[in-house]
């Protein structure tokens, strides 16, 4: 048999800067797979980060490339096909199906069916996009659009990458017959063990939010509830919403229970990296609450998997892959559906029990590291591709 051509191109459909995706799991996968032996490329179309459109440069040993963007969407996506044909790779990996590579999976897919030639196409997805459309506030033509990408590209690839166990499950209802491979958001040992979380007795709890994990109505009946668990404990909240205004809803729903005793809560807003280590030194525990809906259940939480891998001790709603990083006694998980009461019963659980909050930290970091590492992930992606060159 003819040896494979070990050349995959990524084709993301957003730059590196603003989102999660590619910096957090499409990169680490790819530097793997040079490890590997493979030539790996990113190209980009940096419409999020414009002041990236025409550069490339080189991320150990990946080159990113991030197509010019003038000229309007047509001729941006010429720029990426001229990109991939001259790369000549034997596998495109398409980065979510939607948007321009949504697009250019379209192209490449007639384009091979005319000619009986082209490469492997691939498709990754971290996220259940349609579940999107109403926080993202999608006009209806356009989220119609965005949705019918979405089948369409989980019908029309060779192979499909996804970052949860509740994505393996849809997609095997929609597309029985292509392979697919469990593939999770993975964790790199820290360069510094700065950031790692030190017991202590605190009573500050931490809670990353984007806005969305949970309804205004529980969130103000949870801080009631913690009020009454754990005496003395503030909730710290932090991140920015999706959308501007998201955050609107929370912030009256807390303030309308302030009075008839809660919790404080402390409003972050955006923290920089520089800013966690301090924020870890004065928390007891974090919390990762989440609604058992699509959009929970199909997302594969980096920041869940940075905060264990911090030894921050976690309590967590057992929803989706939250279930899947905080097994084995990495997080104290709430049944899914748990009330505010009970989920406030568990955080403070863990807030008058310094020796509990010492176990989950050391068991998560172990389990991360052994369960997560992107050296093992990489080295599943690395076969996965064998075995879909082999089939073809």
């Known amino acids: 048999m003819k040896e494979a051509n070990r050349r995959v191109c990524f084709v993301a459909p957003f730059g590196l800067r603003q989102k999660t995706t590619l910096w957090a799991r499409t990169l680490p996968l790819a530097q793997q797979l040079v490890v590997r032996g493979w030539s790996a490329t990113l190209v980009i179309p940096p419409w999020d980060s ?30 990426l096909l001229r990109t991939i044909d001259r790369l000549q790779p ?17 192209w490449l897919w007639q384009r091979r069916n005319r000619k009986r030639a082209g490469p492997l196409i691939l498709l990754d997805s ?13 006009a209806a033509l356009l989220a119609r659009f965005l949705a019918w990408q979405e089948e369409w590209g989980i019908r029309h690839a ?7 166990h509740w994505l393996v499950d849809r997609l095997q209802m929609a597309a029985p017959h292509i392979p697919r491979l469990y593939l999770p958001n993975g964790v790199a040992v820290p360069a510094s063990e700065g950031l790692r979380w030190q017991a202590q007795a605190q009573r500050d709890v931490l809670f990353f939010s984007r806005f969305v994990e949970v309804a205004p109505a529980w969130l103000a009946l949870f801080v009631q509830a913690l ?83 911090a030894g921050m001790p976690v309590v967590a709603s057992a929803v989706g892959e939250q279930a899947a990083y905080g097994a084995e006694g990495a997080a104290l998980l709430v049944p ?29 970091r172990a389990r991360l590291l052994q369960r997560y590492d992107w050296a093992s992930l990489g080295a599943q992606l690395d076969t996965f591709y064998r075995q879909v060159q082999e089939a073809e």
């Open 158 to 164: 060779d192979g499909i990458t996804a970052a949860s």
């Open 126 to 138: 971290d996220d259940w996009e349609q579940a999107w459309a109403p926080v993202n506030r999608h």
């Open 90 to 106: 034997g596998i495109v990996h398409i980065i979510k199906p939607r948007a321009h590579a949504g697009l250019i999976q379209w």
């Open 336 to 364: 899914a559906g748990a009330t505010p009461h009970a989920f406030a019963a568990a955080v403070a659980s863990v807030l008058a029990a310094p020796a509990e909050q010492a176990a989950l930290s050391q068991r998560a």
């Open 227 to 309: 009020h009454s668990a754990a005496p003395g404990a503030r909730l710290r909240i932090a991140g920015t919403p999706v959308q501007p205004g998201l955050e609107d809803a929370y912030h009256r729903a807390v303030a309308a229970v302030a009075a008839s005793g809660a919790a404080p809560v402390d409003w972050l807003g955006y923290v920089q990296g520089s800013e966690l280590e301090a924020i870890y030194r004065c928390s007891g525990c974090a919390i990762f609450p989440a609604e058992a809906v699509p959009l929970q259940q199909a997302k594969c939480s980096v920041r869940l998997a940075t905060t264990l891998l």
């Open 50 to 79: 414009p002041q990236d459109g025409g550069q490339r440069w080189d991320e150990r040993g990946v080159e990113v490339v991030n197509v010019a963007l003038g000229g309007g969407t047509f001729a941006v996506l010429r720029r």
